[in-house]
């Protein structure tokens, strides 16, 4: 069945560091790929999204690129924020299919 | 803006008592969705419905789970028979005005307390 593996947290960065959040998946077909966000004590909100190979989904300085040939959807930004301090859930949607798979989240702490 | 609304935020019940949770979904939405997440862990799909009726349910969603849309506003998810287990957030969630682009839009969660 469909899968979403992330790096394991928590991740700790000093503010304006670099962030990567590693995510790779097995699916079915060609899926949407998402990086969902979950602020503490809030549901989770949709943070970007690509939906074939190479597109770019971007939003709030936050860039991942869906790579099909390393089954990958890895999530960047390039200087962190303490605001950006939450869950970060990688997802995929498989063609044909309702269900949004979610991945284990990996925590993000950023410290000023 | 529009946002899906859950209600109770939080119940706190005994074993084996029946729990019954509601969601408001945004209202052009078509796809309807219920997911759990145990304290800090993952984001578990327990079911999906579309067109009045379950489109995919997960090995948790057995018989002890039942959902409802039963005046086209409100989507419910029953409990019938609580266990320490059920202990969890749970996440209602909606998406899709015509085809599904898996993009969700989540309430803010009902805390379970199975004691």
């Known amino acids: 069945g469909d899968s979403v593996t992330q790096m394991e947290g928590p991740v700790t960065l000093s503010e304006e560091a670099f962030l990567t959040i590693n995510c790779t998946y097995t699916?079915?077909?060609?899926?949407?790929l998402f990086w969902y966000v979950q602020y503490p004590g809030e549901g989770l909100q949709l943070l970007l999204k690509?939906?074939?190979?190479?597109d770019k989904g971007s939003n709030k300085g936050f860039e991942a690129t869906y790579r099909k040939e390393t089954t990958s959807f890895h999530l960047e930004k390039g200087s962190v924020q303490v605001s950006d301090s939450a869950v970060y859930f990688c997802?995929?949607?498989?063609?044909?299919?309702?269900?949004?798979?979610f991945g284990t989240g990996t925590k993000l702490q950023v410290i000023p | 803006e529009p946002e899906v609304t859950q209600t109770p935020s939080h119940q706190v019940t005994q074993m084996g008592q029946e729990v019954i949770l509601r969601c408001v979904p945004i209202s052009n939405h078509l796809y309807f969705y219920w997911y759990r997440q145990i304290l800090g862990q993952k984001v578990e799909f327990l079911v999906s419905f579309y067109n009045n009726e379950i489109s995919e349910k997960s090995e948790i969603f057995d018989d002890q789970f039942s959902v409802e849309r039963p005046d086209g506003s409100n989507f419910t998810l029953k409990i019938r028979s609580t266990k320490l287990e059920d202990s969890a957030m749970y996440f209602c969630?909606?998406?899709?005005?015509?085809?599904?682009?898996?993009?969700?839009?989540f309430g803010e969660g009902s805390r379970l307390t199975v004691l």
């Open positions: 690509a939906t074939k190979a190479d």
């Open positions: 997802a995929l949607l498989s063609g044909g299919y309702q269900k949004v798979t």
């Open positions: 699916a079915t077909g060609y899926p949407s």
């Open positions: 969630a909606s998406g899709g005005q015509g085809r599904n682009t898996g993009e969700l839009f």
